[in-house]
């Protein structure tokens, strides 16, 4: 009778051990498939990465001029003075067949020209008491950006020592890039998609896998180089003649898009 007991006790006891180990396995494989739905690319995944160029020509050339004024302390002067050699630059901008709606104010600043007194020192070896520094006269810059559509390309020389001519101090800045890059992004995204999706397939055959779904695409850049080509600047106060016209090539550019495609392994 006892050995029955012991013998019950026992069988009981291993199905105890049994049932737990099923238990806990059953538990592990529905975490498992749990963490792999809601986090698959932890799972046995891998990327490949792909990058599309597509090369376009600029269709907008953009500069900047500004004009610098520097006088006494008669403001209204220093700002009629400004304000005409601005509107006679703007005004050949326009006859130059430019759209005033890219013609734009960028900047406006008045500031203070300060004169400090030298006071040397006293005769027992230290510094005169020194009245504080004196408003002398004033300097006022205004700074004007210029958009110059593909069709006038052939003016952005011309533009460029003209705005010069008509009294403003600095021409600088001047970038080709594209007014509307977004055709040239999606082609490029294609491009960088479709090598990626020819680079994962050679991985996967060298590698001996099968190709599972495609579990993510990371967008890695975009790139466009913007070419600064010019600055020149010149003073009609202090008698320099402006540069002649250059000759202005737009050249071509690359809009480059890298993609990287995660994929799992089947």
Do not use: H
């Not at 304000?83 to 901008?93: C, D, G, P, S």
């Not at 800045?173 to 491009?191: C, G, H, K, S, Y």
């Not at 790139?223 to 250059?246: N, Q, V």
Request: net charge negative; charged share 25%; glycine share 6%.
């Amino acid at each position: 009778m006892w050995n029955m007991t012991e013998k019950l006790k026992n069988y009981l006891g291993w199905v105890l051990i049994i049932s737990i180990l099923l238990v806990a396995f059953s538990a592990w494989r529905y975490v498992s498939a749990y963490a792999r739905s809601i986090q698959p690319a932890s799972f046995r995944s891998f990327s490949a990465s792909g990058e599309g160029k597509v090369v376009v020509v600029p269709d907008v050339a953009k500069f900047t001029f500004s004009v610098i004024t520097e006088g006494d302390t008669d403001i209204s002067k220093l700002q009629t003075s400004n304000t005409e050699k601005v509107n006679k630059a703007i005004k050949f901008l326009k006859d130059q067949g430019l759209d005033e709606k890219d013609i734009k104010t960028e900047s406006y600043n008045l500031s203070p020209r300060y004169e400090t007194a030298n006071c040397g020192f006293r005769p027992d070896g230290f510094n005169q008491t020194c009245p504080p520094p004196e408003i002398v006269g004033y300097s006022i810059s205004q700074t004007v950006s210029v958009k110059v559509r593909q069709d006038n390309f052939s003016k952005i020389g011309e533009a460029l020592s003209g705005v010069i001519k008509q009294g403003a101090n600095s021409v600088s800045q001047l970038d080709f890039t594209i007014d509307d890059p977004v055709t040239a992004e999606n082609e490029a995204r294609a491009q960088a998609i479709a090598e990626a999706k020819v680079k994962a397939k050679s991985i996967a055959k060298a590698a001996g896998f099968s190709l599972g779904e495609l579990l993510g695409i990371d967008e890695g850049g975009m790139d466009y180089p913007m070419t600064k080509i010019y600055s020149m600047e010149a003073s009609r106060d202090l008698g320099m003649a402006a540069a002649p016209a250059p000759s202005i090539q737009p050249g071509s550019q690359e809009v480059r898009v890298s993609v990287t495609l995660r994929y799992e392994i089947e």
